[in-house]
T-cell receptor, first 112, second 119 residues
Framework: DAKTTQPNSMESNEEEPVHLPCNHS???????IHWYRQLPSQGPEYVIH???SNVNNRMASLAIAEDRKSSTLILHRATLRDAAVYYC?????????????FGQGTELSVKP | EAGVAQSPRYKIIEKRQSVAFWCNPI?????LYWYQQILGQGPKLLIQ????????DSQLPKDRFSAERLKGVDSTLKIQPAKLEDSAVYLC?????????????????FGPGTRLTVL
């Protein structure tokens, strides 16, 4: 699985949008971009995933660059509950049933 | 729907002692994973089961760690003997993916983890 690069930490104000970047310059054509997040003292939870097109769900939006070498997770209105470590992970089509390879992730803090 | 259950939530032991963790996955999930998360790092896969067979245990320190998943449901992870560097959170996850069928995302559901401290 190809590697991703994320900032170690980011800060946001409550009720403002948050854009969490992820670089994956060595992504291959069969790699899906997945995001998981880990709230304090909990296990990780799935947020969103995509291949080429932008994706929206009830939790967040995923914007994927045209060349697919980077992506951005967008939280439209940050709440205190969104304070967590966010992991950007690549999974190949042929490894969708397999392990998640976690990096360091981005620790997001949200100020009231 | 009940989530992934793990016990105990916390465990403190002396080095060279043994310890076991238990995981009950979401009902019907064929695949079960054990991850180790050292403080400040992302989780690292130790072992993956498909039903009661091992799919990937390449990162499991087999001289001291063992895991089993009897009857393809619950699983236990054991450390014997424990070392100081085994202090970590042990996470269990499950998913309902059928490896033969394949899928585009196969979401993994994680339990709350067991925090192990080795003194």
């Amino acid at each position: 699985d190809a590697k991703t690069t994320q900032p170690n930490s980011m800060e946001s104000n409550e009720e403002e949008p948050v854009h969490l970047p992820c670089n994956h310059s060595t992504i291959s054509g069969t790699d899906y971009i997945h995001w998981y997040r880990q709230l304090p003292s909990q296990g990780p939870e799935y947020v969103i995933h995509g291949l080429t097109s932008n994706v929206n769900n009830r939790m967040a939006s995923l914007a994927i660059a045209e060349d697919r070498k980077s992506s951005t997770l967008i939280l439209h209105r940050a709440t205190l509950r969104d304070a967590a470590v966010y992991y950007c992970i690549l999974r190949t089509l042929y490894n969708q049933g397999g392990k998640l390879i976690f990096g360091q992730g981005t620790e997001l803090s949200v100020k009231p | 729907e009940a989530g992934v259950a793990q016990s105990p939530r916390y465990k403190i032991i002396e080095k060279r002692q043994s310890v076991a963790f238990w995981c009950n996955p979401i009902s019907g999930h064929a695949t079960l994973y054990w991850y180790q998360q050292i403080l400040g790092q992302g989780p690292k896969l130790l072992i993956q089961f498909q039903n009661n067979g091992v799919v990937d245990d390449s990162q499991l320190p087999k001289d001291r760690f063992s895991a089993e998943r009897l009857k393809g449901v619950d699983s236990t992870l054991k450390i014997q003997p424990a070392k100081l560097e085994d202090s970590a959170v042990y996470l269990c996850a499950s998913s309902d993916n059928d490896l033969d069928r394949g899928s585009s995302y196969n979401e993994q559901f994680f339990g709350p983890g067991t925090r192990l401290t080795v003194l």
